[in-house]
């Protein structure tokens, strides 16, 4: 059964720092996905990893794959109040078959970023 | 609009009711999935639709969930006589494809969020 864990599960951090948020998965798979959720609101897609090694950036977010190690981390560089969220990671299964691309969530981190 | 489409948002039932939600997905997309969110078990899978193949039901926590997709486009997830465990936010999405080696994201309805007295 495919587990999927993150840390920390809530991070509250000054504006202008760096930090790190891990997510790792129990079990081979090669694409992970990155989500943003705001209070009350539905979940928008931040990044596609789709292979060992992928690194994406977008803004101050940058995301990257190590598929060996099964851990996906995803870096904020000097981080903003409108990064204020909570963020998931997603894992698909690793099937040989044409079974479905359902995601299994990790539990989420809630950032809070402070002025 | 382009997005995924629940309705209703909000939902208020008394315990034993049954509640439909809706799901109309992006206009293109053959993969719609039903997911739940609570606070105890967070974020989890519960159908996929792919096409007019079989749906894969495995994520369905009992058989008074059940779900439908008409024409291969709106879908309609039906619980019956809910318990109030079933309370959660019910989220909608869709994908141009739905097979394993897929490289879209799932795009995500802003959910119906249920709530059983």
């Known amino acids: 059964e495919l587990k999927v864990e993150q840390n920390p599960l809530f991070l509250s951090m000054q504006e202008g720092k760096n930090y790190t948020i891990y997510c790792n998965y129990s079990t081979t798979s090669d694409r992970l996905y990155w989500y943003r959720q705001d209070p009350g609101k539905s979940l928008e897609s931040l990044f596609v990893l789709l292979s060992n090694g992928a690194v994406k950036q977008e803004g101050r977010l940058m995301a990257s794959l190590d598929t060996k190690a099964r851990l996906s981390t995803l870096h904020i560089t000097a981080a903003v109040h409108d990064l204020s969220a909570t963020y998931f990671c997603a894992v698909p299964p690793f099937f040989y078959n044409n079974a479905g691309n359902m995601l299994t969530f990790g539990g989420g981190t809630r950032l809070m970023v402070k002025p | 609009g382009a997005g995924v489409s629940q309705s209703p948002s909000n939902k208020v039932t008394e315990k034993g009711k049954d509640v439909e939600l809706r799901c109309d997905p992006i206009?293109?997309?053959?993969?719609l999935y039903w997911y739940r969110q609570s606070l105890g078990q967070g974020l989890e899978f519960l159908i996929y639709f792919q096409g007019n193949s079989a749906p894969d039901k495995s994520g369905l926590p009992s058989d008074r969930f059940s779900a439908e997709r008409t024409g291969g486009s709106v879908s309609t997830l039906t619980i019956q006589r809910t318990q109030q465990e079933d309370s959660a936010v019910y989220l909608c999405?869709?994908?141009?494809?739905?097979?394993?080696?897929?490289?879209?994201?799932?795009?995500f309805g802003d959910g119906t969020r249920l709530s059983i007295l």
């Open positions: 206009s293109g997309h053959t993969a």
């Open positions: 999405a869709s994908s141009l494809r739905g097979t394993t080696k897929s490289n879209q994201p799932q795009h």
